[in-house]
């Protein structure tokens, strides 16, 4: 059988440690094993041949119209094609035979020197922006260890826990990286809030970096002014003032030796936050000596430029991501900053001239 795998988001460049990917697609790298295996013929990367099977996967939901638009010209060149992935439907899943094939078969796909995956899955916060408690459940579980995750070709590994702070098993993971003298990205937000002097010990003992490993990195989150979640340990609802939170527990990581130049804050902006808070939060984080990334809000089912409500987000916040993701704030304030301030230009320009067509409808009248 001829198949063919097209892999949506995945785009190859040039990283910082070696080899050359963004992040590889675990889920074609499963069905590639699994079709390897059975002595198939593969595909990839799929440029319009003529297949037998034609697997499709995107991560992100913002593909999906573009997918949709394409399907006729994919159906015409396969005689089967299975769309899948978190983008065109969260609840689409590999068939078990699929799911527990190796991970090396992931590596050798897209030829990468790293090793990359999950040690658990699932989320007990269960944000409302996020797709993960639909997708994977609000509880973590267990899927694999880091043993099981390790590249052969080098001693790094990429974590794509959801939430690894809130796991038990974090700590096994922590000591076996440890011990088998592993480098580490845990490359999705942890939650500031779970952070104990036990956790702040174990994560200050391992050789965390970002993806790349080109610098010391662990990635946090702050969403939202106020947090609002169930505790793993009692059951129970708490809340967390996070404009008291997160200054604590950067002081509590700088106590067990993480600076907090160490630390990378991924900041949502367009979902329920006005312009003070974002600029409140920011200034926070910076004048802590912490990194700031800038996630704007896009709903569940990829709709860019509307907030939590589906209403139209305020007119800073694609001008803020820009700003912050851009290093805007080294050279100018956000106030100065040329395309925010042009589309508040343009914005009063539109209610003037609505302003004066109303008068002149009046008028008429």
Known sequence: MRIGILDIDTKKEKMGHGKHEKFPNLACGKIFGYHMERGDEIVYPWKGERVDKLYISTIFSWSRQALERQMPYFKSRADEVVVGGTGADWRSKLPPEMENIGHQWTYDLYDIDYGIGFTIRGCHVGCSFCVVPRKEGLREYRVATVGELVNPRSNHLVLLNNNSLADIGFFEDVEEIRERGLTVNWNQANDITLVTDRHAEALASVKYYNFAKTSRMLHFSWDQMIKRKIDPA???R????????????IARLKAHGIP???LTFYMLIGFDTTL???MHRFRTLRELGCEVYAMQFRDLNGKNGVDGKGNPQLPHVRHLKKWVNGRGFKACSFEEFRPYMDE?????????EQAAQTALDLFAV
């Open 234 to 236: 009692t059951g129970q």
């Open 260 to 262: 907090p130049h160490h």
């Open 238 to 249: 708490v809340e967390y003032v996070m404009s008291k939170t997160v200054p604590e527990q």
């Open 344 to 352: 508040i230009e343009r914005r009063e320009k539109d209610q003037r």
């Open 276 to 278: 003070e808070e974002d």
